[in-house]
């Protein structure tokens, strides 16, 4: 069946440091590929999404690449900000029209 | 544009009692979903609707859950009776009828059974 896996936390950097969130998927078909984010008290916010291979999702300075290869769609920041600090969940969406979610990455950013 | 609402925030109850949540999506979303968040996990989905019919339930504890969407509109999600494992956020969201994936979430209902 469907799956996503992505690297436990906490994850903890400094500000300005390099992120990488790995994730990983196991899917038939060819799904498309999310990235969520929790602010602490908020809601599930969709960051950013990929609908095909090769597929370069960015927003807020965060990007992601559907690499069917390996099949990862790892997230990356190149400078982090405290107010980056939230609960970043990986996820694929299938022609059925659900959404699997992995079990999410807290991401701490010290100032 | 508004965003899908829930209500309420919060709810501590005790167990064995019940409990009903309710959410109001976005406009002309004519797809809704209710999903159970515990601690530490990615969200599970409990039931879809298409306007005001089920498409899936097949996660749904139907022996104390219930959820309904009366008009294709508003949805109330049900618990009862309520047992400590139940403890979640439960989150709703919503997805227009035609095309794309991308889903829309409500802040959630944080549930503590005690």
């Known amino acids: 069946g469907n799956s996503v896996t992505q690297m436990e936390g906490p994850v903890t950097l400094s500000e300005e440091a390099f992120l990488t969130i790995n994730c990983t998927y196991t899917a038939t078909g060819y799904p498309s590929l999310f990235w969520y984010v929790q602010y602490p008290g908020e809601g599930l916010q969709l960051l950013l999404k990929a609908t095909k291979a090769d597929d370069k999702g960015s927003n807020k300075g965060f990007e992601a690449t559907y690499r069917k290869e390996t099949t990862s769609f790892h997230l990356e920041k190149g400078s982090v900000q405290v107010s980056d600090s939230a609960v970043y969940f990986c996820a694929l969406g299938n022609r059925d029209d659900k959404i699997i979610f992995g079990k999410g990455t807290r991401l701490h950013i010290l100032p | 544009e508004a965003g899908v609402a829930q209500s309420p925030r919060y709810k501590i109850i005790e167990k064995r009692q019940s409990v009903a949540f309710w959410c109001n999506p976005i406009s002309g979303h004519a797809t809704l979903y209710w999903y159970q968040q515990i601690l530490g996990q990615g969200p599970k989905l409990l039931i879809q609707?298409?306007?005001?019919?089920?498409?899936?339930d097949s996660q749904l504890p139907k022996d104390r859950f219930s959820a309904e969407r009366l008009k294709g509109v508003d949805s109330t999600l049900k618990i009862q009776p309520a047992k400590l494992e139940d403890s979640a956020v439960y989150l709703c969201?919503?997805?227009?009828?035609?095309?794309?994936?991308?889903?829309?979430f409500g802040p959630g209902t944080r549930l503590l059974v005690l």
């Open positions: 969201a919503s997805r227009p009828g035609l095309g794309g994936q991308t889903q829309y």
């Open positions: 609707f298409q306007n005001n019919g089920v498409v899936d």
